[in-house]
């Protein structure tokens, strides 16, 4: 059974930093696209980040700059380092993986074969 489990959420002020992980036991895991998602509420889940087997990473233009998605496959985990947090990004957070081929902000859609149950960041102000 496919398994993707997030840790790392929590409550901070804006401008501070978090770290989100997502361990995974799809495999083989280094040849899946991984994939960051949050919903706030009342809004529709967007696409925050994702990175490809070979490395290439791709940010909604809302997180650029601040945000860091990146992948150990020794440990079949991703991460998602978020800096410089804003109440905006007060969201549940996703981590979904899909085997199927993306590209760019074509990997925002939701067809992911595999979510996690979410972790909750809370941003206060």
């Known amino acids: 059974q496919v398994q993707l489990e997030e840790s790392g959420g929590g409550l901070v002020q804006a401008g501070d930093s978090l770290r989100l992980s997502c361990a995974a036991s799809?495999?083989?895991?280094?040849?899946?696209?991984m994939g960051w998602f949050r919903q706030a509420p009342g809004k529709e889940r967007e696409g925050v980040a994702v990175?490809?087997?070979?490395?290439?990473?791709t940010y909604a233009d809302s997180v650029k700059g601040r945000f860091t998605i990146s992948g150990d496959n020794a440990k079949n985990t991703v991460y998602l380092q978020m800096n410089s947090l804003k109440p905006d990004d007060t969201a549940v957070y996703y981590c979904?993986?899909?085997?199927?081929?993306?590209?760019?902000?074509?990997?925002?859609?939701?067809?992911?074969?595999?979510w996690g149950q979410g972790t909750q960041v809370t941003v206060s102000s």
């Open positions: 990175i490809t087997p070979g490395g290439i990473t």
């Open positions: 979904a993986a899909r085997s199927r081929y993306c590209s760019g902000y074509g990997c925002f859609r939701n067809d992911y074969d595999y």
């Open positions: 799809i495999r083989p895991f280094s040849r899946f696209f």
